[in-house]
Nanobody, 125 residues
Framework: QVQLVESGGGLVQTGGSLRLSCAAS????????MGWFRQAPGKEREFVAA????????YYTDSVKGRFTISRDNAKNTVYLQMNNLKPEDTAVYYC??????????????????WGQGTLVTVSS
């Protein structure tokens, strides 16, 4: 079983950047597809980005394409979300997620096997 701990959230101005990290424990990290979801106040949790076990396949929701980059370092058991050109609508709690099957843009939160505790990202206008 994989356990996930996020870090890197905070307050940033519009147009700024943040990098989220998700540290995983467990020997099976490299066999999981990893991703990020987010949940804004009063809204449902939504898919943001995901990548495959090797990192060769990556998926993004349309609203973050060209601004966010997901990556992973299997040697460090860590997945990252580099967020550039942040907008107020990116404000949310960001959750790291792991599934043994490939996570894509259509993956629902009900399909996620492991969640992190979440990290808050606030973008001021």
């Amino acid at each position: 079983q994989v356990q996930l701990v996020e870090s890197g959230g905070g307050l940033v101005q519009t147009g700024g950047s943040l990098r989220l990290s998700c540290a995983a424990s467990g020997r099976t990290f490299s066999s999981y597809s990893m991703g990020w979801f987010r949940q804004a106040p009063g809204k449902e949790r939504e898919f943001v980005a995901a990548l495959s076990w090797t990192g060769a396949s990556r998926y993004y929701t349309d609203s973050v394409k060209g601004r966010f980059t997901i990556s992973r370092d299997n040697a460090k058991n860590t997945v990252y979300l580099q967020m550039n050109n942040l907008k107020p609508e990116d404000t949310a709690v960001y959750y790291c997620a792991a599934t043994p099957s490939m996570m894509t843009t259509t993956t629902s939160m009900n399909s996620v096997e492991v969640w992190g505790q979440g990290t808050l990202v606030t973008v001021s206008s």
